[in-house]
């Protein structure tokens, strides 16, 4: 090989490490950016997955309360006819 021949492969080879550098640079961003997507994505599915919770239980609360509150009013009335019959 002369030297002319060299010195293009060497350019050459210089050439494509400084793309293999720039892209595994960007493979980096892109793995990081994919990381931090994934990580929002599994933040909103935990709040998603609280708020049905917190819907659930707000109805279970009302309905009890709700039956409770039945229940309590039966009772008056029950009590109330007794003391009508006496």
């Known amino acids: 090989m002369d030297d002319v021949t060299q010195e293009v492969l060497v350019k050459d080879l210089y050439a494509l490490c ?3 550098y720039h892209a595994e ?3 980096r961003i892109l793995r990081y950016e994919l990381k931090r997507a994934q990580a929002q994505r599994d933040l909103e599915r935990k709040w998603s997955y609280f708020t049905w919770f917190c819907v659930f ?12 509150s039945a229940d309590a009013q039966c009772y008056q009335i029950k009590q109330q006819q007794k003391q009508g019959e006496k």
């Open 57 to 68: 239980a707000g109805i279970t609360a009302a309905f009890w309360v709700g039956t409770k």
């Open 25 to 27: 640079k960007d493979n």
């Open 18 to 20: 400084e793309r293999l």
